[in-house]
């Protein structure tokens, strides 16, 4: 893989970032990096990689379409362009409208759909921008937290899980979960945990047994 384009897509991102913070205090560009961190991991090329460290560049900073474009040839800026419309969906959560947030919901799904015709990496960027706020979201206020976190179950989780992104669709239901049903959550982990120490012990157990077995 040629990282040249990542890495100057990095020192890009991480000049128009410079001087913001995240919620949590850390350096804006962590959550760039990240993002691009999950797709190196998903083995996306570098076109993709270079995109995720650029995704919000255009939506939150003064560099335009046109710059990236011109640094960075139309497809890396195309991505991006696809990436920073998605995150112009917004949801609305308000229990009253109910109905019409399904509708819009429903919207949103079928947006991200003509995206993935155009260039399916966008989705996978966008998914991966998600996956990490999700594992960033307790510097969140609450209000934000549930919000964000029934936008990743409604519209997320079942969008990895129709591009057969299984480990990536599992975590965003659970982190989900984490702040939607907070007592559920906890409580299966805790049974989590004491199934995986129940398989510890009987795995030594096995061992053990194995190991006088060989030896006598």
């Known amino acids: 893989m040629d990282l040249d384009v990542v890495q100057k897509a990095y020192a ?4 128009a970032h410079r001087g913001k913070r995240r919620r949590s205090g850390e350096p804006y560009i962590c959550h760039p990096v990240a993002v691009a961190m999950i797709l190196a991991e998903m083995q996306l090329d570098q076109e993709a990689l270079a995109a995720a460290l650029l995704h919000d560049v255009i939506e939150d900073t003064d560099v335009t379409l046109e710059q990236l474009t011109a640094e960075f040839g139309e497809r890396i800026a195309r991505l991006v362009d696809g990436v920073t419309k998605l995150s112009r969906i917004r ?12 509708e819009r919901q429903a919207e949103s799904l079928r947006k991200m759909f003509l995206a993935m015709v155009d ?14 706020n999700m594992r960033t979201l307790e510097h969140m206020p609450r209000p934000k937290q549930l919000r964000s976190a ?15 992104i299984w480990q990536i669709k599992s975590e965003l239901e659970d982190l989900a979960l984490r702040y939607i049903d907070p007592q559920t959550y906890f409580s299966v982990q805790r049974a989590l945990e004491q199934r995986g120490h129940d398989r510890e012990r009987y795995l030594q157990r096995v061992i053990d047994e194995l190991g006088q077995a060989l030896a006598a």
Do not use: C, S
Request: aromatic share 6%; glycine share 2%; hydrophobic share 45%.
């Open 91 to 102: 949801w609305t959560t308000d229990e009253d409208q109910a109905i019409r947030e399904k």
């Open 150 to 164: 029934n936008e990743t179950m409604e519209i997320y989780a079942p969008l990895a899980n129709r591009l057969g």
């Open 12 to 15: 890009f991102a991480e000049a």
């Open 119 to 132: 260039d399916v990496r966008v989705v996978l960027i966008k998914l991966a921008d998600r996956l990490h």
